[in-house]
């Protein structure tokens, strides 16, 4: 049986989310088997940047004019564009000041020698093209990734869970860090998969994998506040992963 292809690239990112696959050490035989990595720039030498692909999976989030035409070649290639990690799928931690000026940020960085601005605010996949499925995370949990290689051998895709990082921390029956603590966890608006596994070491959620759907927004920024929070802080917390939450949003 022919190998489906696969193109893995990165935009503006770290390139942490492309390591989750060369994490996966134990696997990585069994991955190189069963697909052809036709453009993987991070983990091998050469490859077509040309070539159609069965599925592109890509990190990062766009924000410079070469970033989008990338995007567009990569969408107009493959068969399924895959947003892999928070960047992608959210902004994530480059997109944490998109509420400032550019011009006002790069003056602080660069003082006088600051040049013209030729980036625009880092935005996710989704806002540019059709994104056919997406890994969260900042970075992605490897589990994640090779649910994913592995469904799509099956000719589907995997389901991850659609509830908060608290249903995690509960089942792990942490102690709470937002009841019982007072800590600024953001764990009841932050999409599951990652174990709680902050919490479970005694951290607070910081919101790494990005939001949950239908989370309710209104009712964690009432507690906090409830609990001597000021909604600045808390909503600069909430920007550090998602740059746009709606603060009214109630389910
Ligand atoms: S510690 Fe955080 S993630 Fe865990 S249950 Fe409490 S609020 Fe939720
Ligand atoms: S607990 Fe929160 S910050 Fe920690 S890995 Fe999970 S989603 Fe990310």
């Known amino acids: 049986m022919k190998k489906p292809t696969m193109a893995i690239a990165g935009l503006t990112a770290c390139s942490g989310c ?10 990585l035989p069994e991955v190189a088997g069963c697909f052809d990595l036709i453009f993987f720039p991070m983990g091998i030498s050469g490859g077509d940047e040309c070539a159609s692909v069965d599925v592109a999976i890509v990190e990062g989030a766009v924000s410079t004019p070469d970033d989008l ?15 892999f990690g928070t960047c992608a799928l959210w902004g994530g931690v480059a997109a944490m000041k ?32 059709t994104v056919d ?11 994640e990734l090779l649910a994913l290689l592995s469904s799509l051998l099956r000719g589907s895709f995997p389901v991850f869970p659609i509830y908060p990082v608290c249903t995690e921390c509960r089942n792990r029956e942490n102690r709470c860090l937002l009841v019982e603590d007072n800590e600024l966890c953001l764990g009841p608006l932050i999409q599951a998969g ?46 550090r992963f998602c740059p746009e939450w709606n603060y009214e949003q109630r389910h």
């Open 18 to 27: 492309q390591l989750t696959l060369l994490n996966c050490e134990a696997e």
């Open 69 to 83: 035409e990338t995007l567009l070649h990569l969408r107009s290639r493959s068969r399924f564009l895959v947003a």
């Open 98 to 129: 998109n509420h400032e000026s550019r011009t006002e940020l790069t003056k602080i960085v660069y003082h006088d020698v600051a040049g013209e601005v030729l980036t625009f605010n880092p935005e996710p996949f989704h806002f540019f093209v």
């Open 133 to 143: 499925f997406a890994i969260p995370g900042c970075p992605p949990e490897k589990d």
């Open 194 to 239: 990652c174990g709680a596994r902050c919490p479970a070491a005694g951290i607070v959620c910081e919101g790494c994998r990005g939001p949950v759907a239908e989370a309710n927004v209104a009712s964690e920024m009432e507690l906090l506040m409830q609990k001597g929070f000021p909604r600045e802080e808390i909503i600069s917390r909430m920007r």
